[in-house]
């Protein structure tokens, strides 16, 4: 039966996803009617130029872009489409152009921020991108922790003291506005496994359990943390508090398969660190 519903899903998903490419695709034949019947039509162009970039087809999408703008079509819409493309082709020396072209109008957009952002992570400028994903932060009027991340992960990238300090800086200060958020958390244990620190690794994993609804899973990443402090009493006790939080899931819950998959990974963690206890006696 299980089988049986799992076929159905994939079939489903994959009849999803071609119909969204198929309607892609009627979007791009009628608008290429209407250039037919208005080839002098910019906007047409730059229009069709949006439907292929949503079609993975870059090649195509600036190649549209390039006939817009020389129909007269300029605008900053259209070189954020320009940047994007050049973007995803890897060219980033020309989607640094396009995307300048908006901050010289617009010094607090934050897609055109953003994008800046993720072309210097590309190229390995680390600061230069940290930099614009805090400009980000500071310019949006509303913020989600994946700024906060982005930012993090840029700084941590330089691999020095101060890269270190301002990634964790730069969660402390998401916690601190969106309040506590397990990603943030989760980077910031990321980041102190990293260093070898797993005392401090512990001590927020400790935290994400305090506000944790569901609590098995939190348990399991203390026990690994602990393990990996040698802590091995505690993770035995740490294993055992997922396993009594595991308990008290429903029927229909435990019986999914993501938490059948928790239930072997747990059990494999418990016969693992009996083995470890046993071979130290």
Do not use: C
């Not at 159905?8 to 994959?14: G, R």
């Not at 439907?51 to 087809?57: A, M």
């Not at 506590?180 to 927020?204: F, G, H, R, T």
């Amino acid at each position: 039966m299980l089988k049986k519903l799992l076929t159905i899903f994939f079939l489903f998903a994959s009849v999803v996803a071609v119909h969204a490419h198929g309607d892609l695709d009627e979007r791009i034949l009628l608008v290429t009617g209407e250039i037919k019947k208005s080839p002098d039509s910019a906007f047409l162009y730059f229009k069709r130029a949006n439907l292929h970039y949503q079609h993975n087809d870059f090649k195509r999408s600036l190649k549209d872009l390039k006939k817009s703008n020389r129909l007269g079509y300029e605008n900053n819409e259209q070189y954020f489409l320009f940047a994007k493309n050049y973007f995803k082709l890897k060219k980033y020396n020309l989607s640094l152009k396009h995307v300048r072209k908006i901050l010289k109008d617009q010094s607090y957009n934050v897609n055109a921020l953003k994008l800046i952002g993720k072309i210097n992570y590309d190229k390995r400028k680390f600061e230069k991108a940290a930099i614009a994903f805090e400009k980000v932060i500071a310019f949006s009027e509303e913020t989600f922790p994946e700024n906060y991340i982005d930012a993090s992960k840029a700084w941590y990238a330089l691999k020095n003291d101060k890269g270190i300090f301002r990634a964790k800086t730069m969660l402390f200060e998401g916690i601190e506005k969106l309040g506590d958020n397990i990603v943030l958390y989760q980077k910031l244990i990321s980041i102190a496994v990293d260093q070898e620190d797993y005392a401090l690794a512990i001590e927020y994993q400790k935290r994400v359990i305090d506000f944790s609804p569901r609590k098995e899973r939190a348990y399991l990443k203390l026990a690994e943390l602990q393990i990996l402090n040698k802590n091995y009493l505690e993770a035995g006790l740490s294993l055992k508090n997922a396993k009594s939080q595991y308990e008290k899931l429903t029927y229909r819950i435990k019986n999914t398969k993501f938490m059948r998959e928790f239930f072997s990974e747990l059990e494999l963690k418990e016969a693992k660190l009996k083995k470890e206890n046993f071979e130290k006696t």
